[in-house]
Structures are given as C-alpha cells and as structure tokens.
C-alpha cells in the first residue's frame, strides 16, 4: 500500500512537473497563464467536494448502532 502511495505521488509530482515545461501555448483566460493552475483547481475542487459530501452526508445517513434492532 505504501509503494502505490508513493507512486501515486511521483506521478503527481511528474505530471505537475511537466505542467511547468510545458505550458499553454496560447490560452485563452488569464487563469492558463499560471503553470499547473488546472492541476491545483482540480484539486482543491475535489477536497471541497468530499467535505461538502461528508458533513452532511454523516448527519443524513448515518444511523444510531442499534437502529435495526
């Protein structure tokens, strides 16, 4: 589990990397003039998803232990 961790990470890392040498050739918004711009807003965007998920989502469904009993 820790080295599918780790590769996860590398891979990460590389394809971040590979946003900095590889940048935009011609965008389109200010926001693609920044290197990894999308890589970090899809990240962010995912945590704000699970939060927004799990806050609420462990007050509607979760149930008391002995709730089929």
């Known amino acids: 589990m820790k080295k599918l961790r780790l590769a996860l990470y590398i891979g ?7 946003g900095f040498i590889f940048p935009y050739q011609h965008p389109h918004f200010w926001w693609q003039k920044i290197p990894v711009f999308d890589a970090v807003f899809g990240f962010v965007g995912c945590i704000v998803i699970i939060l927004f998920a799990k806050g609420p989502g462990h007050r509607w469904l979760t149930r008391d232990e002995d709730y089929y009993d």
Do not use: C, D, H
């Not at 990460?12 to 590979?18: G, H």
């Open 12 to 18: 990460i890392a590389a394809v971040s990397l590979l």
